[in-house]
């Protein structure tokens, strides 16, 4: 069986950054995606000075063009690791930065996941990776943005397990 090729969006820092330089160093074929093209720079040399083979792309999910870019890929699994955390009082919080948590954390890892997954379904293999929060199971004050981004892709997670269980 050929190696599996894995995609993690949100690769840029933290916990993506370390997975997928620790999957790559384990051998596994990876596609690192981060935000920006300077994340993408900083990981790439972060790799190259490790000596791992990585491979890093810079893609926003957030952009319809890059999701374009990115189904164009062959992959068989699919990390969802991509988010942002924005904070304060929600009756403090401006629209945009409201908007913004959902379309990082909530529109743009379920687009990405929707045509992956009917990618996985025609050619009869994948696995999709909601990495979420213990954010998304409990609310606290001043993290409304965040807790309620991550309380939608629990349930979005959930449903697509549900929906695609069959595949």
Known sequence: ????TILITGSGSGLGKLTALTLAKLGKKVIATTETQFQADL???DAEALEIPLVVEKIDITDPADRKKAWEWDIDILVNNAAVKEGGALVDIP??????QYEVNVFGTFLL???FSQ???NKGYGRIIFISSIS????NP?????LSSKFAIEAIAKAFQQELQEF
């Open 1 to 4: 069986m050929p190696m599996e």
């Open 43 to 45: 990981l790439k040399a």
């Open 95 to 100: 629209e945009e930065n409201f908007r913004n």
């Open 113 to 115: 996941t929707q045509g």
């Open 119 to 121: 990618k996985m379904i």
């Open 136 to 139: 998304g199971l409990m609310v």
């Open 142 to 146: 001043f993290s409304g943005p965040y």
